[in-house]
């Protein structure tokens, strides 16, 4: 993937970032107004975690820029690992933030006064609904940029914005059940919401670290790795074949089998072309090695099936 290439994927994550952030400062102040007026501990806190996206985008965008940092001299593999120490930030402030909201529904739950909490008013039935269209649209929006430039960040980032909306899911659902008789169904919501907000951040939490660990690619990525592979004329097998995780990037190392009567040059050259067919059909390939074997014998079933694919 060239530089320009890697330019214009942040700049289409910053456009899409800023637009974020401004839907949502919108989104949690029009909320919390809301849930203030209408006496909605349910909105109140969903509120609040519209908020918490502001900053979780504000962390993906610092992400985005420091990993889209050319190599230098102190990091010759590049920067991208650093996107994954953010998000692993995002993940521990987003579970704090989830486990106070939950607290604070489970202290009023195990009060039993249910009397004492205030019954929500139809402002917050109203902003729960506008909540749960305009998050919506903001996954879908983010969604569709992600697949654009294939940013793990920026899908992140989407399913903060779906997690918003079911959130606000549990919360037009308690507020539906405080008006009819069932107070405690508003705070029970605001548990229900931390819930979401827990799993999130436990899934970016994992996310980041199998990315920072090295992590192989799925068993889907590796098999069209190896169909590409056997495509080019020359390749007789493939000795091995490893995928990492580095960032939101790929590298990978195969080591080929050609004909060991070839001259360097044709064995360099076979090399060249599964070398080039991997970096342009896979995209997120950063780095791909290529180390030629003399072919050792007959080919296996497997691999004589995957040639003849």
Same mark, same amino acid.
């Given at each position: 993937?060239?530089?320009?290439?890697?330019?214009?994927?942040?700049?289409?994550?910053?456009?899409v970032s800023r637009v974020s952030?401004?839907?949502?400062?919108?989104?949690?102040?029009?909320?919390?107004?809301?849930?203030?007026?209408?006496? &909605?501990? !349910?909105?109140?806190? *969903? /509120?609040? %975690?519209?908020? #918490? +996206?502001?900053? @979780?985008?504000?962390?993906?965008? $610092? =992400?985005?820029?420091?990993?889209?940092?050319?190599?230098?001299?102190?990091?010759?593999?590049?920067?991208?690992?650093?996107?994954?120490?953010?998000?692993?930030?995002?993940?521990?402030?987003?579970?704090?933030?989830?486990?106070?909201?939950?607290?604070?529904?489970?202290?009023?739950?195990?009060?039993?006064?249910?009397?004492?909490?205030?019954?929500?008013?139809?402002?917050?039935?109203?902003?729960?609904?506008?909540?749960?269209?305009?998050?919506?649209?903001?996954?879908?929006?983010?969604?569709?940029?992600?697949?654009?430039?294939? &940013?793990? !960040?920026?899908?992140? *980032? /989407?399913? %903060?914005?779906? #997690? +918003?909306?079911? @959130?606000?899911?549990?919360?037009? $659902? =308690?507020?539906?059940?405080?008006?009819?008789?069932?107070?405690?169904l508003d705070p029970l919501a605001?548990?229900?919401?931390?819930?979401?907000?827990?799993?999130?951040?436990?899934?970016?939490?994992?996310?980041?670290?199998?990315?920072?660990?090295?992590?192989?690619?799925?068993?889907?990525?590796?098999?069209?790795?190896?169909?590409?592979?056997y495509s080019q004329n020359g390749?007789?097998?493939?000795?091995?074949?490893?995928?990492?995780?580095?960032?939101?990037?790929?590298?990978?190392?195969?080591?080929?089998?050609?004909?060991?009567?070839?001259?360097?040059?044709?064995?360099?050259?076979?090399?060249?072309?599964?070398?080039?067919?991997?970096?342009?059909?896979?995209?997120?390939?950063?780095?791909?090695?290529?180390?030629?074997?003399?072919?050792?014998?007959?080919?296996?079933?497997?691999?004589?099936?995957?040639?003849?694919?």
């Amino acid at each position: 993937m060239s530089q320009q290439e890697t330019d214009t994927q942040k700049k289409v994550a910053m456009k899409v970032s800023r637009v974020s952030i401004i839907v949502n400062l919108l989104l949690s102040a029009g909320k919390l107004l809301a849930g203030i007026i209408a006496n &909605s501990g !349910a909105m109140i806190s *969903d /509120a609040i %975690h519209s908020a #918490s +996206d502001v900053f @979780s985008t504000i962390i993906v965008m $610092i =992400g985005i820029h420091i990993s889209s940092k050319k190599a230098d001299k102190e990091h010759p593999y590049g920067h991208e690992r650093l996107e994954c120490v953010a998000a692993i930030v995002l993940a521990v402030v987003l579970f704090a933030t989830g486990a106070g909201i939950g607290w604070s529904g489970i202290e009023k739950i195990i009060s039993g006064n249910s009397s004492s909490i205030a019954v929500p008013g139809m402002l917050a039935l109203a902003a729960a609904i506008i909540s749960i269209v305009v998050k919506e649209w903001m996954y879908w929006y983010t969604k569709i940029a992600a697949d654009k430039i294939h &940013s793990s !960040a920026l899908k992140a *980032d /989407a399913w %903060h914005h779906r #997690s +918003d909306a079911l @959130s606000s899911i549990g919360a037009l $659902i =308690g507020i539906i059940g405080a008006r009819m008789g069932y107070p405690v169904l508003d705070p029970l919501a605001s548990v229900l919401i931390c819930a979401f907000i827990l799993k999130a951040a436990i899934d970016i939490f994992m996310d980041a670290v199998n990315k920072m660990v090295d992590k192989a690619c799925d068993d889907s990525v590796v098999d069209a790795l190896q169909k590409c592979i056997y495509s080019q004329n020359g390749v007789l097998g493939i000795s091995s074949l490893q995928t990492r995780m580095f960032g939101s990037k790929i590298y990978v190392d195969v080591e080929i089998e050609a004909d060991g009567k070839q001259t360097l040059i044709e064995a360099h050259d076979i090399a060249q072309k599964v070398h080039d067919a991997i970096e342009k059909e896979f995209v997120l390939v950063k780095h791909c090695m290529v180390h030629v074997n003399p072919y050792k014998g007959k080919t296996s079933e497997a691999e004589v099936s995957e040639k003849e694919k």
